[in-house]
Protein backbone atom coordinates (compact mmCIF):
# COMPACT_ATOMS: atom_id res chain seq x y z
CA UNK A 1 0.00 0.00 0.00
CA UNK A 2 1.83 3.55 -0.75
CA UNK A 3 1.67 6.09 1.61
CA UNK A 4 -1.33 7.67 -0.09
CA UNK A 5 -3.32 4.72 -0.04
CA UNK A 6 -2.35 4.18 3.59
CA UNK A 7 -3.87 8.32 4.61
CA UNK A 8 -7.04 7.57 2.50
CA UNK A 9 -8.13 4.01 4.15
CA UNK A 10 -7.65 5.94 7.44
CA UNK A 11 -9.02 8.98 6.36
CA UNK A 12 -12.46 6.68 5.07
CA UNK A 13 -12.33 4.60 8.18
CA UNK A 14 -12.00 7.40 10.34
CA UNK A 15 -14.69 9.61 8.64
CA UNK A 16 -17.27 6.92 8.59
CA UNK A 17 -17.25 6.45 11.59
CA UNK A 18 -15.72 3.13 12.27
CA UNK A 19 -13.55 3.98 15.35
CA UNK A 20 -9.91 2.85 16.55
CA UNK A 21 -10.38 -0.78 15.75
CA UNK A 22 -10.53 0.21 11.72
CA UNK A 23 -8.04 2.95 12.10
CA UNK A 24 -5.45 1.42 14.08
CA UNK A 25 -3.95 -0.58 11.12
CA UNK A 26 -3.10 2.81 9.40
CA UNK A 27 -1.47 4.45 12.17
CA UNK A 28 1.91 3.88 14.48
CA UNK A 29 0.99 2.89 18.54
CA UNK A 30 0.59 6.13 20.32
CA UNK A 31 0.17 8.33 16.90
CA UNK A 32 -1.02 11.64 18.15
CA UNK A 33 -3.30 14.42 17.34
CA UNK A 34 -3.78 17.78 17.74
CA UNK A 35 -6.66 20.64 17.13
CA UNK A 36 -7.01 24.18 17.64
CA UNK A 37 -10.69 23.66 18.98
CA UNK A 38 -12.09 23.82 22.11
CA UNK A 39 -14.38 20.89 21.26
CA UNK A 40 -10.54 18.46 20.68
CA UNK A 41 -9.33 20.68 23.46
CA UNK A 42 -8.16 17.34 25.41
CA UNK A 43 -8.02 15.12 22.74
CA UNK A 44 -4.16 14.10 22.42
CA UNK A 45 -4.12 10.58 20.40
CA UNK A 46 -5.01 9.48 16.63
CA UNK A 47 -7.03 7.06 18.80
CA UNK A 48 -9.28 9.07 21.09
CA UNK A 49 -9.91 11.28 18.26
CA UNK A 50 -11.01 8.16 16.15
CA UNK A 51 -13.22 7.01 18.50
CA UNK A 52 -14.56 10.60 19.16
CA UNK A 53 -15.49 10.70 15.51
CA UNK A 54 -17.54 7.21 15.93
CA UNK A 55 -19.09 8.60 18.41
CA UNK A 56 -20.42 11.82 16.87
CA UNK A 57 -22.13 9.97 14.48
CA UNK A 58 -24.84 8.64 17.45
CA UNK A 59 -26.50 12.15 17.79
CA UNK A 60 -25.62 13.14 14.04
CA UNK A 61 -26.40 9.82 12.48
CA UNK A 62 -26.61 10.88 8.86
CA UNK A 63 -23.16 12.31 9.34
CA UNK A 64 -21.10 12.17 6.26
CA UNK A 65 -18.06 14.08 4.31
CA UNK A 66 -18.01 15.31 0.99
CA UNK A 67 -14.03 15.36 -0.07
CA UNK A 68 -12.83 18.02 -2.05
CA UNK A 69 -9.33 17.70 -2.51
CA UNK A 70 -6.76 14.86 -1.26
CA UNK A 71 -2.50 15.06 -2.13
CA UNK A 72 0.53 13.18 -0.95
CA UNK A 73 3.81 15.30 -0.49
CA UNK A 74 6.45 12.59 -1.04
CA UNK A 75 8.95 14.58 -0.07
CA UNK A 76 7.48 15.36 3.64
CA UNK A 77 6.10 12.46 3.80
CA UNK A 78 2.47 14.02 4.46
CA UNK A 79 -1.06 13.73 3.29
CA UNK A 80 -3.57 16.65 2.93
CA UNK A 81 -7.38 15.88 3.23
CA UNK A 82 -10.17 18.76 2.87
CA UNK A 83 -13.60 17.94 2.79
CA UNK A 84 -17.10 19.19 4.33
CA UNK A 85 -18.58 17.03 6.86
CA UNK A 86 -22.70 16.87 6.60
CA UNK A 87 -25.18 16.10 8.68
CA UNK A 88 -28.30 16.66 11.40
CA UNK A 89 -28.32 16.10 14.56
CA UNK A 90 -31.60 14.25 15.24
CA UNK A 91 -29.87 11.07 17.59
CA UNK A 92 -29.60 12.01 21.26
CA UNK A 93 -26.03 11.91 22.60
CA UNK A 94 -25.04 15.49 21.83
CA UNK A 95 -24.48 18.40 24.19
CA UNK A 96 -29.04 18.98 24.10
CA UNK A 97 -31.55 17.09 22.99
CA UNK A 98 -32.31 16.65 19.31
CA UNK A 99 -32.42 20.03 17.42
CA UNK A 100 -33.11 18.17 14.17
CA UNK A 101 -30.60 21.58 12.90
CA UNK A 102 -28.10 20.59 10.11
CA UNK A 103 -24.17 21.57 9.61
CA UNK A 104 -21.61 21.90 6.45
CA UNK A 105 -18.66 22.01 8.27
CA UNK A 106 -15.05 22.73 6.01
CA UNK A 107 -12.30 20.98 7.85
CA UNK A 108 -8.87 19.36 6.84
CA UNK A 109 -6.93 16.34 8.11
CA UNK A 110 -3.12 16.64 7.78
CA UNK A 111 -1.58 13.53 8.45
CA UNK A 112 2.47 13.23 9.01
CA UNK A 113 3.51 8.98 7.94
CA UNK A 114 6.93 7.35 9.11
CA UNK A 115 7.52 4.56 7.08
CA UNK A 116 4.23 3.26 5.93
CA UNK A 117 1.97 4.30 8.79
CA UNK A 118 0.86 7.41 10.02
CA UNK A 119 2.34 9.38 13.04
CA UNK A 120 0.91 12.42 13.55
CA UNK A 121 -2.52 14.20 12.63
CA UNK A 122 -3.70 17.84 12.72
CA UNK A 123 -7.03 18.52 11.93
CA UNK A 124 -7.97 22.16 11.10
CA UNK A 125 -11.24 22.93 11.70
CA UNK A 126 -13.58 26.07 13.25
CA UNK A 127 -15.46 24.07 15.56
CA UNK A 128 -17.61 26.73 16.88
CA UNK A 129 -19.15 27.84 13.90
CA UNK A 130 -19.94 24.38 13.38
CA UNK A 131 -21.46 23.77 17.06
CA UNK A 132 -23.34 26.80 16.59
CA UNK A 133 -25.22 25.21 13.29
CA UNK A 134 -26.33 22.32 15.11
CA UNK A 135 -27.52 24.32 18.09
CA UNK A 136 -24.78 22.99 20.85
CA UNK A 137 -23.05 26.55 21.00
Not at 2 to 28: I, P, Q, V, Y
Not at 44 to 65: N, Q
Not at 81 to 91: D, L, N, R
Request: include cysteine; aromatic fraction near 10%; charge should be negative.
Amino acid sequence: MTNLETAKAFFEACETGKGWDACASFCHDGATFSCQADALADTTTLAAYADWMKGLLTPVPDGRYKLTAFAMDEERRTAVAAAEFHGTQTGAGGSVAPTGKSVVSDYAYVMQLDGDKIRHMTKIWNDVHALRQLGWA
